[in-house]
Structures are given as C-alpha cells and as structure tokens.
C-alpha cells in the first residue's frame, strides 16, 4: 500500500485538486454566470444617473435664461 501511494502521488494529489476546483466551480456557476448581467445594470444605472445630472443641469440653465429675461 506504501508503495502504491508513493508511485502514485503526484497524480492522486492532481485528482485531488481537480475535484476541488470542479467543485467550487460547481457550487458557484449560477454567480459567475450573473456577472455580465450584473456589470450591465452597474453601467446603466451609472448612464441614467449622468443623464439624470445633466438634465438637472438643463434645467438650471433654462431657469437662469428665465429669471435673466424678468429683471431685463
């Protein structure tokens, strides 16, 4: 038996690290799978809020051209 794992204990410690990695890739494919989708929503909603500032800023500028145009 010794000397059965010390032929063979380079490839009994790969397997061994091969179902390791399987596994954790396993359990967590549904996360890596919802990364995309994820960096999407992160980049839209960065989008909209950039949108959202700028046409806060519009806004402004076009009270400012009003309430310029009432004291001429």
Known sequence: ?????YKNNDIIVVLIILIAAGFLIYNRIGIIMDYPAKLAEQQ??????AQ???DGEALEDTEN???TDKNQ
Do not use: S
Not at 1 to 5: C, P
């Open 1 to 5: 038996m010794k000397d059965f794992f």
């Open 44 to 49: 839209q909603a960065k989008a909209q809020a």
């Open 52 to 54: 959202e500032i700028e």
């Open 65 to 67: 051209v009003k309430e």
